[in-house]
């Protein structure tokens, strides 16, 4: 049973190289056949179903082509949710921008790097496993979650929480939809789940790949988060104090 066959049949597959299996007069037999590597798609399937099994063998095989693509996509959809929230919220025609989305991904890259390395030093302080290629690709494929309420939010925003005004006076400026406050806290809902499921799946990354306990990998994570948050708030320091 191949990794993508598991995602199929519900059940994960971790050693890749034996999990080829044939029934042979009633005897199993199993030959240690190289798997082929998983699609986008199954990947992102993977995570979602098998989170634990899909993110060490991500880790693994350090598909480079595939997390980065991941990314760019995310920040994609993620900057065409803002633009529609602006729109529908704050009654302004903020147009989409080129310009703009290729430096959010480029900020999206520079900022899981930079994750990446503090989770790396850090976690290679309780062993001497795991490398950063493999560290990359997993906690890429941990905003699995974020892509997936982005994909949700925009039809639901569309369908059901763009309000028309109640009374519309040209001359005040009220003229404008709004969304629905029920939709708004059904978004502010979904994030807060988002962020949790998030973390979840970055302390699983952690954990698979660098072999810790769950209390170490919780500590990890939290550590590298806190000291990445302080890292960029200093950043934004001294990008003020050069304007």
Known sequence: LSLAGALRAG???????????????GVKMQEPLEQKPLSLWE??????????????????RRPWAWAITFIIISVILADVLQVLAAMVSY???????????????AQALLSLAVFTGLVHVI???????GDYGGTFCALAFTGVPSTLIVLVSIPIIL????????FCLPFLG????????????????????TIIWSI???VIAVRQHYGLTTGGAIITYITAAVAHGVLFWLLDQLKEVFK
């Open 159 to 166: 369908l059901f929480g763009i309000r028309p005004p109640k």
């Open 200 to 202: 979840i799946l970055g």
């Open 43 to 60: 990947t992102i399937l993977g995570v979602v179903l098998f989170p634990s099994g899909v993110l060490s063998e991500i880790a693994r």
């Open 91 to 105: 009654k302004s025609q903020l147009p989409f921008s080129m310009v703009g989305t290729i430096t959010h991904i």
């Open 174 to 193: 009220n003229c404008s939809p709004t969304l629905d406050p029920t939709v708004g806290i059904l978004m502010l809902f979904l994030l807060f789940a």
């Open 11 to 25: 059940t994960p597959c971790h050693d890749t190289k034996k999990c080829n299996k044939s029934l042979r007069g």
């Open 123 to 129: 976690g290679r302080q309780w062993y001497y496993e």
